[in-house]
């Protein structure tokens, strides 16, 4: 089924907002799971598409686009690793750059890997908008371990001053629980390096969803 990721915007009248969209993308990947920040005039949204380039496992590809105002980026990739893609997440911030991460299967996937194959291979990545060149740089992957991580989240007040954490099961299961512990891990990113990941709370039930607040960091 065609589907489209779409843009809007608001134009203050006297009583009421009107919402004015047009397509950023058409026919998208159905599960592209957006997610857009923004900081000032800088926009950034990101999202997955489906890059039928790539074999079957590993057509996921986070893709972003942004806006200084009225115009939108053309759609490119963040790292064109040909691996398998997941649950993108960005921030941006006002002197136009931005940080995202997501979730990075570390191999590309052979047509006969199992889902289980998959999940051990789930590492958290990283990349910087850099706001002169337009481009991604120092992509790099946090975690290198064999089980799952996964919804990576991002609170930051600048690029060099920003806080990810996530979620790790060494037993490599979707939801955690009493047996099979889900801990929490964090990395700072302060004057352009990432520190070491760290688990920073063990959670011995399921977590189905979660946020990070913003605060002075």
């Given at each position: ?8 915007s608001f134009t203050a009248g006297d ?203």
């Amino acid at each position: 089924e065609p589907r489209t990721l779409a843009k809007a915007s608001f134009t203050a009248g006297d009583r009421q907002a009107v919402a004015q969209n047009s397509p950023l993308q058409t026919q998208i990947f159905p599960f592209s799971h957006p997610c857009l920040s923004s900081a000032g005039t800088n926009t950034v949204v990101i999202w997955l598409l489906d890059d039928q380039k790539r074999t079957s496992l590993n057509r996921t590809a986070a893709v972003f686009s942004s806006s200084y105002g009225a115009t939108w980026s053309t759609p490119a990739p963040l790292d064109d690793d040909g691996t398998a893609d997941f649950h993108p997440k960005i921030a941006a911030f006002a002197d136009g750059s931005a940080i995202a991460a997501w979730e990075n299967e570390r191999f590309a996937a052979p047509d006969t890997a199992t889902f289980d194959d998959m999940k051990s291979n789930v590492e958290i990545a990283v990349a910087v908008f850099d706001a002169v060149s337009g481009a991604w740089t120092n992509p790099q992957t946090l975690t290198t371990n064999l089980f799952l991580d996964r919804s990576p989240k991002i609170s930051g007040r600048s690029k060099d001053n920003v806080l990810l954490v996530w979620i790790g099961n060494e037993s490599n299961d979707l939801l955690g629980n009493g047996s099979k512990t889900n801990r929490l891990w964090w990395s700072r990113r302060q004057a352009g390096t990432w520190s070491r990941a760290q688990v920073g709370l063990e959670i011995p039930f399921p977590i189905l969803k979660y946020d990070l607040v913003p605060c002075n960091l």
